[in-house]
């Protein structure tokens, strides 16, 4: 059966029949320094939108090392090791990178910035999208369960 995203590796795969609920490239110092890439396309779906198909096979671990007991944990596949996604342990929502979590180069683009800070030096982007120095104004957290 074909999902409108999927993505997951040879033993882990995630899929989703929704859009997602926020698309950004993200700027924050934790995406930089999970990812090693100066900037991350992050897409939030709410939490049951995103499904996956074998979670006994992901190890977790904290997604952000100075924040230990935070929400988010990444999630990794126990026998190859690649990320599957991002679980959050209140239900709200689950987060994938699409670059780096196996889906396809056809994914949306990112609609604006987020954590955008101009004392780090990066220059401000300037393709047109909104910046922002958090998620969106707008951004509402779904509720857990």
Known sequence: MSHSFS????????HADHDPID???CHCSVCKSVTGQPTT???FFRHDDLE???PE??????FNANNPDGPLELCTCADCGTPIM???KQNRIRVIVP???GYDP????TTYHAFYDPATGVPRPDDGKPVHEALRPDFVWPQGH
């Open 106 to 109: 056809s994914f949306p683009d």
């Open 57 to 62: 096979k992901l190890n977790r671990q904290p």
């Open 86 to 88: 991002l679980d959050d």
């Open 23 to 25: 698309n950004h490239t």
């Open 7 to 14: 993505g997951g590796c040879d033993h882990v795969h995630t």
């Open 52 to 54: 996956v198909d074998h």
């Open 41 to 43: 396309h992050v897409a």
């Open 99 to 101: 670059n780096l979590m």
